[in-house]
Nanobody, 127 residues
C-alpha cells in the first residue's frame, strides 16, 4: 500500500523559510518521480516543483524558481521542499505526489500523471 506523509508546514512571516518533508512507503521509491503541488483557498491545485527519480533533474513553477529547492534521498525514501523568501501568495496546502517512471520519462507538471498523493501540510505565510 502506497503511503505518502508530508510534514514541516506551519505559520511563517513573509521572508521566512520552511522545509517540507514527504516520507514514502509501499513503493520502490527510486522508480518514482516526485512532485510537490499546492492548493490555495478557492483556487485549483497547482504544480510547484518536481524531481526525477535519480534526483538529477528538477523543474519549478516560475514564481518559486530561485526560492524553492526540491531534493530527495532515495535511501531514506524522502523528498524535500526547501522554501525560502516566502511570500503570502505561497500560502496553501502543500502535497507531495509520486509518479512511476522509466529512466527516460521527462518530468511532468500534469496533476493527472501522478497516481499517488499525500494528505498535505498547511503552509501559511503572513504579511
Amino acid at each position: 500500500q502506497v503511503q505518502l506523509v508530508e510534514s514541516g508546514g506551519g505559520l511563517v512571516q513573509a521572508g521566512g523559510s520552511l522545509r517540507l518533508s514527504c516520507a514514502a512507503s509501499g513503493i520502490t521509491f527510486s522508480r518514482y518521480a516526485m512532485a510537490w503541488f499546492r492548493q490555495a483557498p478557492g483556487k485549483e491545485r497547482e504544480f510547484v516543483a518536481a524531481v526525477s527519480r535519480s534526483g538529477s533533474s528538477s523543474d519549478y513553477l516560475d514564481s518559486v524558481n530561485g526560492r524553492f529547492t526540491v531534493s530527495r534521498d532515495n535511501a531514506k525514501k524522502m523528498v524535500y521542499l526547501q522554501m525560502t523568501s516566502l511570500k503570502p501568495e505561497d500560502t496553501g496546502v502543500y502535497s507531495c505526489a509520486a509518479r512511476h517512471t522509466i529512466l527516460t520519462t521527462p518530468i511532468s507538471r500534469d496533476i493527472s500523471d501522478y497516481a499517488n498523493w499525500g494528505q498535505g501540510t498547511q503552509v501559511t505565510v503572513s504579511s
